[in-house]
């Protein structure tokens, strides 16, 4: 068993409080959930308006599928208009 974890360090420039930042991240958050069938987090940068830390995690038996997958969120991400990628990392547990 492979987990794959992508980690997504995002600014999000429409936010002008923590309440419309939830709003945003609750849509984009469902929305890979149900594309990819995969486990989404906000882990950290909470009290950011702007900013936001979120953890996509796949669980398969091969390393190229969870690495496929995790990839497809970042090009999916990258395409929202509503956040954009600073940064982002995968790691394989």
Same mark, same amino acid.
């Given at each position: 068993?492979? $987990?794959?974890?992508?980690?997504?360090?995002?600014?999000?420039?429409? &936010? *002008?409080?923590?309440?419309?930042?939830?709003? =945003? +991240?609750?849509?984009?958050?469902?929305?890979?959930?149900?594309?990819?069938?995969?486990?989404?987090?906000?882990?950290?940068?909470?009290? $950011?308006?702007?900013?936001?830390?979120?953890?996509?995690?796949?669980? &398969? *038996?091969?390393?190229?599928?969870?690495?496929? =997958? +995790?990839?497809?969120?970042?090009?999916?991400?990258?395409?929202?208009?509503?956040?954009?990628?600073?940064?982002?990392?995968?790691?394989?547990?």
């Amino acid at each position: 068993m492979l $987990v794959g974890v992508l980690i997504l360090d995002l600014y999000i420039p429409a &936010s *002008n409080s923590l309440k419309d930042k939830r709003g =945003i +991240l609750k849509r984009l958050k469902d929305r890979i959930r149900n594309k990819f069938n995969v486990s989404v987090s906000e882990i950290d940068d909470q009290d $950011v308006w702007r900013r936001a830390q979120l953890a996509v995690a796949h669980v &398969s *038996n091969r390393g190229n599928l969870s690495n496929s =997958i +995790l990839s497809q969120v970042v090009n999916f991400v990258e395409r929202e208009h509503d956040v954009q990628i600073l940064d982002y990392r995968l790691e394989f547990l």
